[in-house]
């Protein structure tokens, strides 16, 4: 919004080389065209929702967390159209989103040491409580093992964390 502070947080390319980007400080997805310069803003369905952290995938859709709303999201650049998922335990603070070679996303967050597995599809949805106190950011899934490896480091606990879904 005009006159509105905006906070640029992560920054992904699409195939076309256009920049997308989380206004941390508002509600907006942000895009500068590759050849033109110009900068668009796209506001998120959920006001004051926070995006942060995300990935671009192979069909140029930027999945991310909207942290301040407990939610997940994808903007689908082609279309310039949002989905919106809610996370399963209010108060989470979702940090970062990935998505994995199933279509799945996983998700951290900063405020209840749970791991989010979401299928889309189906709507469901699967945590996985950590063992220690960690405060999510940053999330990693390997897709080269079957099933898929989740990792996030420890921001308490100088480690890294592995976690191996048994389905």
């Given at each position: 919004?005009?006159?509105?502070?905006h906070?640029?947080y992560?920054?992904?390319?699409?195939?076309?080389n256009?920049?997308?980007f989380?206004?941390?400080?508002?509600?907006?997805?942000?895009?500068?065209?590759?050849?033109?310069g110009?900068?668009?803003?796209?506001?998120?369905p959920?006001?004051?929702?926070?995006?942060?952290?995300?990935?671009m995938?192979e069909?140029?859709r930027?999945y991310?967390?909207?942290?301040?709303m407990?939610?997940?999201?994808m903007?689908?650049t082609?279309?310039?159209?949002?989905?919106?998922?809610?996370v399963?335990?209010?108060w989470?603070?979702?940090?970062?989103?990935?998505?994995?070679?199933?279509?799945?996303l996983?998700?951290?967050?900063?405020?209840?040491?749970?791991?989010?597995?979401?299928d889309?599809?189906?709507?469901?949805?699967?945590?996985?409580?950590?063992?220690?106190?960690?405060?999510?950011?940053?999330?990693?899934?390997?897709n080269?093992?079957?099933?898929?490896?989740f990792?996030?480091?420890?921001?308490?606990?100088?480690?890294?964390?592995?976690?191996?879904?048994l389905?």
């Amino acid at each position: 919004r005009k006159g509105e502070p905006h906070s640029v947080y992560g920054i992904y390319a699409d195939r076309q080389n256009n920049i997308f980007f989380n206004d941390f400080g508002g509600e907006n997805i942000g895009r500068i065209d590759a050849r033109t310069g110009v900068v668009t803003l796209y506001p998120t369905p959920t006001k004051r929702s926070r995006p942060r952290r995300g990935r671009m995938d192979e069909e140029d859709r930027l999945y991310f967390a909207e942290w301040r709303m407990d939610k997940l999201g994808m903007f689908d650049t082609k279309t310039e159209k949002f989905t919106e998922w809610n996370v399963p335990t209010p108060w989470s603070a979702p940090y970062d989103v990935v998505k994995d070679k199933n279509g799945e996303l996983w998700s951290g967050n900063m405020n209840n040491d749970r791991i989010l597995r979401f299928d889309p599809k189906s709507g469901g949805s699967v945590e996985y409580l950590l063992p220690k106190q960690t405060n999510v950011r940053r999330v990693f899934v390997d897709n080269k093992t079957t099933p898929v490896t989740f990792w996030v480091g420890n921001n308490h606990g100088a480690a890294v964390m592995k976690l191996e879904p048994l389905d």
